[in-house]
């Protein structure tokens, strides 16, 4: 029998052949990040550093302990009250990672006498979530299109609750899911939606408060069939995830989530720069603005130039590949000339849909935009 070192590193050769092999790497400094998902800048924002390093001050590096034992400072409810505003719910709960907020939200929520129906090209986060609830018995269902998720609300119509689980952007493909659609059949059949708007806060609608806003549903009757997850770790540029949605929620994740129970408290530097960051995104409109002339600016300088781009809502531009190892070539030649965006290859992409991730940025000027599309223009593969 073989080792296991020896078996991992067979393992390791067949994804090298496969150009499917992933390593660690440190941005070079001095090149142009289009892979972030800092949307507005602010993880470089002057305000955001100084309110990261004064919380550091005040309560140390580590929040030190689980929140239900010693971990809890008062920085975490005031951003919990701050992001339950901001997203129009009655409160919310924040969690280290957004990873964890999806996993807590949904294996604390479902039980075995109800369903979850997840859109198929959800966030690793979101399919890891319902397949652990399906291991707690609760059935799990995924689909694919309208068709496909009518026809499961209808068969599972006598379950106790029935969820609808989806990323309000796909991030991969940067669109918007369909959220009037989505709840329109919530509401026929009674259903939840729990809406995963990670991208989505701080870059969709007219204030950035997300996939909600940008579809006017803020005041609609029936809005209590949303329950919302959002991060800080992208267009709030600190770290952290958070659940947003009604009192009883929050305090069921509370003494239900084991992934919130059992483990150390969001670090205090990452309270206060979500704090400051939420206070410029209400404050200083010009930030998603020009997010919004960067992100055209972006796509359609690419989709010109000859490349399979695709200009969404969101600040997200996939520009399909194809193959795995024409999109590593062409990421290795834009990085040769400065500009970092790593390809993205399968499983987290369909096999023949490799392609490269731009980010936009509010962050960038235009003559670095000039730059990005002068050096897309020289690598065209």
Not at 81 to 89: I, M, P, Q, T, V
Not at 113 to 127: G, M, P
Not at 151 to 171: G, M, P
Not at 250 to 257: D, G
Request: glycine share 8%.
């Amino acid at each position: 029998m073989s080792s296991l070192d020896d078996q991992l590193q067979a393992d390791l050769e067949q994804r090298e052949k496969s150009c499917l092999r992933r390593s660690l790497r440190v941005v070079p400094p001095g090149v142009l990040d289009l892979a972030a998902n800092d949307y507005l800048g602010l993880s470089q924002h002057p305000a955001v550093i100084e309110a990261a390093c004064e919380a550091t001050r005040n309560y140390g590096a580590g929040a030190r302990a689980s929140r239900l034992v010693s971990g809890h400072i008062p920085l975490h409810t005031q951003l919990e009250e701050e992001l339950a505003a901001f997203k129009g719910c009655e409160a919310s709960l924040v969690f280290p990672s957004g990873y964890q907020a999806n996993l807590s939200l949904i294996t604390s929520l479902a039980g075995e006498q109800d369903v979850l129906l997840c859109d198929k090209r959800n966030h690793a986060s979101l399919i890891d979530a319902v397949r652990l609830a399906g291991q707690q018995n609760t059935t799990v269902r995924f689909y694919d299109s309208w068709t496909k998720l009518r026809a499961l609300l209808e068969r599972y119509s006598q379950a106790r609750q029935r969820f609808v689980v989806t990323d309000a952007v796909f991030s991969m493909d940067g669109d918007v899911v369909d959220l009037p659609q989505l709840f329109a059949l919530a509401c026929e059949f009674e259903a939840y939606i729990i809406l995963d708007d990670a991208h989505g806060t701080g870059t969709l609608g007219l204030t950035g408060r997300g996939a909600m806003e940008h579809y006017g549903l803020k005041n609609e009757a029936g809005i209590e069939r949303f329950i919302q997850m959002g991060t800080l770790s992208k267009a709030v540029g600190s770290q952290g995830g958070f659940v947003a949605g009604s009192r009883l929620l929050i305090e069921w994740l509370v003494n239900a989530a084991r992934p919130f129970i059992y483990t150390t408290g969001l670090n205090p530097a990452a309270c206060g720069a979500a704090l400051a960051a939420l206070k410029i995104i209400q404050g200083e409109p010009q930030h998603l603005a020009r997010l919004r002339e960067v992100t055209q600016r972006l796509a359609s300088g690419l989709i010109a130039l000859g490349f399979a781009a695709r200009q969404q809502p969101s600040p997200i531009i996939p520009v399909i590949v194809g193959d795995e190892q024409p999109a590593l070539a062409l990421s290795d030649a834009l990085l040769r000339h400065g500009v970092w965006c790593p390809a993205i290859r399968p499983p987290t992409v369909p096999g023949g849909t490799s392609r490269l991730r731009v980010t936009a940025s509010a962050a960038l000027n235009d003559s670095e935009i000039d730059r990005i599309l002068d050096v897309f223009n020289t690598t065209k593969y």
